[in-house]
């Protein structure tokens, strides 16, 4: 019953309006989004020159595992046409000047909203991620390294904590490629336990492979190398 | 009671509802560790405060304090004598907001004839279900180091930061309710919350669901369809039930809705299955 790696599959569509029938989200505005090709929201994404601070990066509470693959798909960026993606505090530092949809506005803007998959600041807690992202193959892999503050059942990380790990690979990657912004449907099969509290000893490449052309399609993600 | 009650001006109203409310926790707390001693395995003693599984006491335990509610599950020294003193954080804090207040105790009240039942939540799990978890994960014995740092992921953030929830089991349709308030650290598109943590939360309730339901379950699978973005700091209500049964698989499923029930946000379908002492999982 027990396999390893998991796989999961989302949905991801422009919210097109049916005829007739009441929309659920409204329309967003193809300008902001998607109207730009991948290559002007990598750049406006992945800002050069920046005081925010990018958690992508090493720190002590990697274990050999992440800092050897990290090296691995750094030395990819040179050669491959990978980019390693930032990761800042909130996803407002990243959309700077993105114009959401009317009615999805945010009423208020708060400086001390954190976006969730970096919201236990003390290194090793929680989330260890970074996510390296080919542009034109439209395919992202995020090695992932989870702390002691992720747990479940004892010992073992919180579905929940995979589910948020796996939508956010996906929505950078969907949002580079130019394909959606919101998730519309998540589908995930856990296949195997994953450990949390062995942090520096398990770390998963999740792999999201975005089909060029169809925007409905669904997006696969592989599972990693066996850890 | 009748008009005796009523009698003595809106105070004298609120201090005796809240007297009756520490009441009736009181005999909820006695009602869930009868309930909980009654799942344990038998032969099997709550663990004694030194043991390296047992959490560390919150040394935060002040901010928990609540004058208002006399009696309430924390630290009561007469409900946990001989475990570790847990902090319950499935009780009104101060970053609880009106909507979040206003529900709780809408539950609370219907808790009081005995059909609803509030569930506690800690930071990290019940003493006994980790006599349990121990069964099955042998090997975790291995790592008995670094799980007494480990914390429950949607309890590992500070007050009013992360998830802020509560939930409650309706014994007679046997189904579970979690009442949620979204903190500002559980960011997605700006202003929203992440999809991410609105999966850790239906995980959490459908889990919580089956553990009632039948003792140690883990997830299988999950889907989940996202119909609404959720406001950051928006209070929802998360119904949830099991569907079918089958041997160890269970079939849950949970919609996830606004105060008013008039907006569904979410839409999730489950799939968990009753660990068997006999299978290992690693």
């Known amino acids: 019953m027990i396999r390893r790696g998991f796989q999961a599959v989302i949905r991801l569509g422009h919210h097109r309006v049916l005829p007739g029938a009441p929309h659920v989200l409204p329309r967003l505005n193809r300008t902001s989004a998607f109207g730009s090709s991948t290559d002007s929201l990598v750049s406006r994404f992945c800002l050069e020159k920046t005081d925010l601070k990018d958690y992508a990066l090493p720190n002590a509470s990697w274990c050999p595992d992440m800092l050897n693959l990290y090296q691995e798909f750094l030395e990819k960026t040179k050669t491959d046409g990978w980019i390693k993606l930032p990761s800042f505090k909130s996803n407002r530092d990243h959309i700077q000047g993105l114009k959401l949809p009317f009615g999805l506005a945010a009423t208020s803007d708060k400086s001390d909203w954190r976006i969730f998959t970096r919201c236990l600041q003390v290194e090793g807690q929680g989330y260890e991620y970074v996510i390296f992202f080919h542009p034109s193959k439209k395919k992202s892999i995020c090695l992932f390294q989870p702390g002691p503050y992720l747990e479940g059942a004892p010992g073992f990380a919180h579905g929940g904590s995979l589910a948020a790990m796996m939508d956010e690979t996906f929505s950078k990657t969907a949002y580079l490629a130019g394909e959606g912004l919101f998730t519309l449907s998540l589908n995930i099969r856990f296949k195997k336990c994953f450990p949390s509290a062995a942090a520096g000893r398990g770390i998963v490449p999740v792999t999201v492979t975005v089909p060029a052309q169809d925007p409905l399609q669904s997006k696969e993600v592989s599972p990693g190398s066996d850890w | ?282």
């Open chain 2, 1 to 282: 009671m009748g008009r005796s009650w009523l009698a003595g001006g809106p105070a004298l109203i609120r201090t005796r509802a809240l007297v009756a409310v520490g009441a009736m926790l009181r005999s909820c707390v006695s009602r869930l560790r009868t309930l909980a001693v009654l799942r344990g395995p038998p032969g099997v003693a709550p663990l004694p405060a030194k043991d390296p599984w047992s959490p560390r006491v919150n040394p935060g335990a002040g901010r928990r304090e609540r004058a208002a509610k006399p009696g309430c599950v924390r630290g009561d020294p007469r409900s946990f004598s001989s475990e570790v003193i847990h902090m319950d954080l499935s009780l009104p804090n101060p970053s609880w907001n009106e909507d979040m207040r206003l529900l709780f105790d809408q539950f609370m009240k219907k808790s009081e004839d005995g059909s609803w039942k509030r569930l506690p939540s800690y930071k990290s799990k019940f003493t006994q279900r980790t006599e349990d978890i121990k069964i099955y994960f042998p090997d975790a014995k291995l790592m008995k180091e670094k799980l007494s740092q480990a914390q429950l992921f949607p309890r590992s953030l500070e007050e009013g930061l992360g998830f802020e929830y509560a939930m409650f089991h309706n014994c007679v349709e046997d189904r579970t309710v979690c009442i949620f308030q979204g903190g500002p650290y559980l960011q997605g598109a700006p202003g929203f919350l992440h999809g991410g943590a609105i999966a850790t939360m239906i995980d959490a309730t459908l889990g919580t669901c089956a553990v009632v339901a039948v003792g140690v379950a883990m997830t299988a699978s999950l889907n989940i369809s996202f119909k609404r973005p959720i406001p950051l700091g928006s209070v929802v209500v998360i119904n949830s039930q099991v569907d079918k049964v089958e041997g160890r698989k269970l079939f849950l499923s949970c919609n996830i809705q606004s105060v008013d029930e008039k907006t569904v946000y979410s839409e999730a379908t489950s799939l968990f299955v009753k660990l068997d002492p006999k299978t290992r999982l690693t």
